[in-house]
């Protein structure tokens, strides 16, 4: 029914099971034709787009930073060293932010343009001593003792928040960085002379048991009815009008469709923390974008489809239909996406649209 927190923090790198993500999305609207921009990427997880036009990607399980300069072939502006994860762009002022993930082990980095990266911030170093959502509960809710007995192991039946972070994504804005950590559940602001705060802890994404999922999953037919609180897991950050935070979260939990189309948008308050939804059910939230009008665009890994919330609304409609898209960025009147980003193969790409 759902996952350790490490589980859950990859969630967005996790193949689905079955047919969901055989084929795109069916009814997805016409969007304009995508150019590429660039392919042979592995794990194109996080983006970000310069000022100058230049696309830098992160090719996440490989450890590579590649800058994309218009009409230059795509090239590898930071290696980390064996093991290493690399995800969480942004950019502000020329200036590149990069996260490094190797084991419990992760630190918030800038880099110039032909410069060697500065560590800006140790992310762990925060969630060790903080553990922001050490209070928040997660699983059932009110079930008792003697259904609790029959939930699987593999099931955790009740728990709090543990200590573990895995930055998937970050925006920066007025002079701070701020990092949806999928494993810590947290949205934190980082400044640049490295203090690291807690901004928001996600709240919980609850969701009723029904009969097929409790099937599904090997749950008690006690259990039906009842009500499982997920873990969020915030996959990405942007920043809005009026200077709230958009945030796409994943929620922990299978994969395979039993559950329902749980992912959500949301907005966040940096000042005070307060979160409000904006719209729900997507099918793998992984990257968020915020157009010049207020227009609002999640990417959904599951459903192999690019979704817009017009501003002001709380529905997304389809706009574009792509195999596993991750992140999604919008520059200059364009929406860039990478696609394709879980194949096993280096095929992953960037497309403009």
Known sequence: M????????????????????????????????????????VTPLSMVVAGDGTAYVSQNFAGLLTAVVPGKKPQVVFAAEKGTEVGALSEAGGTVRFATTKGKATKLWSMRPGSRPSKIADLWKHERTKNPDGDQAYGFVGLDPACAAQVPPDVPATYTGILESHPYGSTVHRGTTYVADAAGNTIVGVKDNGKVSTVAVLPPVPVVVTAEAAAANALPACTVGKTYNFEPVPTDV????????????????????????????????????????????????????????????????????????????????????????????????????????????????????
């Open 2 to 41: 759902t996952r350790t927190r490490s589980g859950a923090a990859a969630a967005a790198v996790t193949i689905l099971v079955g047919s969901v993500l055989a084929t795109p999305a069916a009814g997805a609207v016409a969007a304009p034709e995508p150019t590429t921009v660039a392919k042979k990427l």
């Open 238 to 353: 942007e920043v809005g009008k009026g200077g709230w935070l958009y945030v796409t979260l994943l929620p922990g939990g299978p994969e395979d469709g039993s559950t329902g189309a749980q992912g959500r948008l949301v907005k966040v308050k940096a000042k005070s923390g307060k979160v409000r939804e904006v719209a729900s059910g997507f099918a793998g939230a992984t990257g968020v974008a915020v157009a010049d009008n207020g227009d609002v665009y999640v990417a959904q890994l599951f459903a192999g489809q690019v979704s817009r919330v017009r501003s002001g609304s709380s529905t997304a409609k389809p706009y574009a239909s792509t195999m596993m898209p991750a992140a999604v960025e919008w520059a200059d009147g364009d929406l860039y996406v990478s696609a394709n980003v879980l194949s096993e193969k280096p095929r992953g790409v960037v497309l403009r649209y």
